[in-house]
Structure formats: structure tokens, C-alpha cells
């Protein structure tokens, strides 16, 4: 019987790169997605797009950069007409599944509950059908951290992970016969860090390491940073105590209900592929900061990512991606598998060439980080910050519109991103080169932000230029897209990119 195409996507949230054991932390129980990494290929250097949920999630699941999906910001939906990566696969019969957290229907942080397209509605599980599940007395707990600690804990039964892989288990048991894609999206490990124990007390004498970013004082790095560290820049770091207990506790319970799917693919399915990742980091008082932001500082926007190849792309066993790879690469890459012509919308690439040889092969140069807001509904976490980041194996460039200061960092000789080089001579080539590879990512991706003020920075000699680069940027079609036309002609578009200047101001 000839293999079926099937795809498991397991996400979590707010998972460090660092958060896993296989990743070199030995102090992480993380057994099951260790296992993991062991039966397929562990990518090192891979990056988030954007380093707050809904935007990241809004990279992983349309292939779009959030400036193209419109999905920005927390709690704004995406851009009508966009497509997420189920309604590329109905049409082609893969059966469709999204169980987990989605946090992109512009609704609040639990959702609306409310199946989109592209998706099984019989499957259908985000936050807002779990809250909605709960009394009121029940939903009160669920949003308390110290729920899980006080009288007696909490049962596995009454977290949302669990409630996300029973149903993952029930469709696969029910569909493995059939191509698919299931989608496996917790809200674990983020706040309020529900776990039951014995993972509750998993880390209660565990003090998180200091590293030596813990003590940067954020000198020569943007005034951003500085208002988001507030009075822990002037704390006694020595004197504070890293004890995330529940936040990693909650982390390794995510690991077990992963593996609980796990355990049934392996069952059901085991010639599927399955990809593991998280959609951001959390900053944990690296470089006196918490949470998440704009900065693509290790801590926040690097992430993990397992891939195991299935039954039409084997992976090797063990082996390791040491070069850098981006979330926007996701949704090709799993087009590729099930041999889906990818739309020319998309502006990511399959990684299918890496997963089945990641020794001998480069995918990307760069990859690129960007950031608008934390939320919409937010007056504050720093209002509006424009940023555009370009990310290589061993530089990291990062622009940051509206602030005062713009960083350069050399990550193979200053793993901790401690000295801004923006200024620094010695790194003009490299500052130059990661520079042009951002203005050239925007103008590829008709950022609809770009602009001038993205060339002129204070440390280069570029003029302002009404025109920009000087070219019209109209998007190819798809097949069975309508044809865009000239707008000079209202002929069907021949070039897309045509150089078209009118004026230049010097």
C-alpha cells in the first residue's frame, strides 16, 4: 500500500531556543521533543519573523511576512483575501485539521471560536472554545499562575494542552488513513504557566543561569530598550534570583503532551513528517529585559526547529542545521511535500533540500525580523516601533525607525550581544552588506513601510530620494489569479518590476 502524504505541525508558545534540552541546556526535561531531534534534523540558527505571537503566527501559517498579511500586531486579523496554509490543501483533498491556539482572527486573546477556512470545523479547538468549556469559577483559575500551586494544584484534565492533544489523538485515530495535515498549537508554556504536577514542582530549586547579557546596562543600544528594562536597570542583578519555576515547569508539561501525540503518530502514522517549533522567545532578564519586543536579541526572536522527514523526504537521524533558517520557509516547504505548486504569493522557500541533506547546503544568507507594535489594544510596550532586522550565521544588523540608535552585532565573537558595532569602522563592510540585503527583503516584499528613511541612517552618507530605488513593484499572479494590469496601458502587466521615474529631488 503506497504511503499517504501526511504532515504533523506541532507549535508551542514562548519557547526559547535554549528551553529544550537537545538544544544543550541539560537542566530542561524535555524527553519527547529531545526524541524527536534524535529521529530527524535539528535546525540551530532559526528565527521567528516577528517576535510577538500574532505576528509570528501569522509568518508560520501564510507564508507572508506580517507587513504583507497584515497581521501586524496582536489582536489585528489578517489582511482579507490572504490565505493561510489549510486553504491550499482542501483543494487538493489533503484533509485539514488546526486544533490549538490562532490568534489570528483580530479577535482578543482567546479568539473568537469560530473555524476559518481551510480547516476541519469538527476539529476545530482554539482558546475561546476551551474558555467557553469553563465555569466561571473554572475561567478565573485558568488565568491565575498561582492556580497551579495553591490547594492541591490542578489536574492535567483542566489545562488546555491536554483538552488540544485529546483531540489531535481522536483525528488521528480517526483519519490516518487519509493524506493530512494536523495542526497541534498549545498556548503552553506562556502565562499563566497552568501545569499539573509533578511538573508544577519540577523546578521549584532551579535558579535560571545568569548569563553575561543578565548585567547589560543597555549602553549604546536604542532608548526603546532602555524605557522597556525600567528600574531593572538599576537593580542589584547579583542580589535577584532567576526562578521561572512554573514558566519551565509548564514547559516540560507541554513536552509531555507532545508526546502524547507523538506516541499516536508513531502508532497511527509513523511515515509522517512532523515539524516542531514555538513562535518567539522570552527575554527572561537577558539584557535587563522581560517578555518580548523589538529586538532580535537570541533570547527573544531565536527559536527551535525539529523537522523529521516522512515517507516522501527522508531526513538522516540526528544530524544538525548550523545555518540560518526563518519560519516564512515553513508553509513552501510543506507545500513542497505534498508536491503543491507553491503560489508565487509566498515569500519564503521550501527547505525540502536541507531536511533531506542539511550538511552540504546553504539555504539562505540572511534572514530577516521585523516588528510594528506589541498590541493594538495596548497604549503602551512602547507604542509604535518600526524595526527591520537582517540575521546571517554570525552578524546581526537591526534598524530601528523611530529610536536613536540602530545595532550591529558580531555573534560569533559576542554570543551575548553585549557591544553595538553600529559605529564601529571595522564592520562597515558587514554593516553595509546586511544593510542593502534588508532595503532589497523590502522592496522584494513591497513592504508597504518602506521608504527612505530606512537608506538614510546616521551612519551613512545616503540623501533622501523622493523616488526611492525608482521602480513600480506590482505582484505576480498565481494561477487562476486575476491578471493585474498597467496601469498606463490597462494591458495585462509583461513586467512587474519596471523602473519608473518621474522626478528626483537632489
Known amino acids: 500500500m503506497k504511503d499517504k502524504k501526511q504532515v504533523v505541525f506541532v507549535m508551542t508558545d514562548t519557547t526559547r531556543w535554549d528551553m529544550l534540552g537537545c538544544y544543550g541546556n541539560k537542566n530542561m526535561i524535555t524527553p519527547n521533543l529531545d526524541n524527536l531531534a534524535k529521529e530527524g534534523v535539528k535546525f540551530n540558527k532559526n528565527y521567528t519573523t516577528q517576535p510577538v505571537c500574532g505576528p509570528a503566527r501569522s509568518a508560520i501559517f501564510t507564508g507572508l511576512y506580517p507587513h504583507s498579511n497584515g497581521g501586524i500586531t496582536n489582536t489585528v486579523a489578517l489582511t482579507q483575501g490572504v490565505k493561510t496554509i489549510g486553504e491550499y490543501l482542501v483543494p487538493n483533498n489533503i484533509k485539514s485539521a488546526y486544533i490549538g491556539k490562532w490568534h489570528l482572527d483580530g479577535g482578543d486573546y482567546f479568539g473568537n471560536g469560530i473555524c476559518p477556512e481551510g480547516y476541519d470545523k469538527n476539529y476545530w479547538y482554539d482558546m475561546r472554545c476551551y474558555i467557553d468549556e469553563l465555569s466561571d469559577e473554572e475561567k478565573v483559575l485558568s488565568r491565575k499562575e498561582s492556580t497551579s500551586l495553591e490547594n492541591g494544584g490542578i489536574d492535567e484534565d483542566f489545562t488546555f494542552a491536554h483538552r488540544v492533544s485529546n483531540r489531535a489523538i481522536d483525528f488521528i485515530d480517526k483519519h490516518s ?34 548569563t ?17 528594562a525600567g528600574e531593572t536597570l538599576y537593580e542589584d542583578k547579583d542580589a535577584l534570583q532567576l526562578k521561572p519555576q512554573l514558566f519551565l515547569g509548564c514547559n516540560s508539561f507541554a513536552d509531555y503532551e507532545i508526546g502524547r501525540v507523538l506516541d499516536k503518530v508513531k502508532e497511527k502514522m509513523p511515515n509522517a513528517m512532523v515539524i516542531f517549533t514555538s513562535d518567539h522567545g522570552e527575554a527572561l532578564g537577558a539584557h535587563s529585559l522581560s517578555l518580548k519586543g523589538a529586538a532580535v536579541y537570541e533570547e527573544i526572536a531565536h527559536v527551535p526547529l525539529i523537522i523529521k522527514g516522512g515517507a516522501y523526504l527522508k531526513s538522516p537521524c540526528g544530524e544538525e542545521y548550523d545555518h540560518v533558517t526563518s519560519h516564512i520557509d515553513l508553509v513552501p516547504t510543506i507545500l513542497d511535500y505534498y508536491d503543491i ?59 530601528h525607525l523611530l529610536d536613536n540608535t540602530d545595532e550591529l552585532y558580531d555573534t560569533e565573537k559576542d554570543e551575548y550581544e553585549m557591544v553595538n558595532l553600529i559605529e564601529d569602522k571595522l564592520y562597515s563592510e558587514d554593516r553595509e552588506k546586511l544593510h542593502q ?65 518621474k522626478k528626483v529631488i537632489k
Not at 179 to 205: G, K, R
Not at 369 to 379: A, L, M, P, S, V
Request: glycine share 6%.
Open 437 to 501: 540585503n534588508i532595503l532589497d527583503w523590502m522592496n522584494d516584499t513591497r513592504d508597504p513601510y518602506r521608504g527612505y528613511q530606512w537608506k538614510c541612517r546616521y551612519w551613512n552618507d545616503e540623501k533622501p530620494n523622493w523616488d526611492c530605488d525608482g521602480y513600480t513593484r506590482q505582484r505576480p499572479a498565481s494561477k487562476g489569479e486575476i491578471k493585474q494590469l498597467d496601469y498606463d496601458t490597462g494591458l495585462e502587466i509583461t513586467e512587474n518590476i519596471r523602473y519608473k521615474i
Open 212 to 228: 553575561p547579557n543578565y548585567y547589560d546596562n543597555l549602553e549604546n543600544k536604542p532608548l526603546y530598550q532602555k524605557l522597556w
Open 177 to 210: 488513513d487519509e493524506d493530512l495535515f494536523l495542526c497541534v498549537s498549545y498556548d503552553e508554556p506562556h502565562q499563566p504557566y497552568l501545569c499539573p504536577e509533578p511538573y508544577a514542582s519540577m523546578y521549584e530549586n532551579y535558579n535560571f543561569p545568569k
Open 341 to 399: 505548486e507553491a503560489p508565487l504569493v509566498l515569500q519564503g522557500k521550501s527547505m525540502r533540500q536541507i531536511i533531506g541533506n542539511p550538511e552540504d547546503n546553504v539555504l539562505r544568507d540572511s534572514v530577516f525580523c521585523e516588528f510594528h507594535r506589541y498590541e493594538i489594544d495596548h497604549d503602551g510596550f512602547g507604542g509604535i516601533q518600526f524595526m527591520r532586522a537582517a540575521i546571517s550565521d554570525n552578524r546581526k544588523l537591526a534598524i
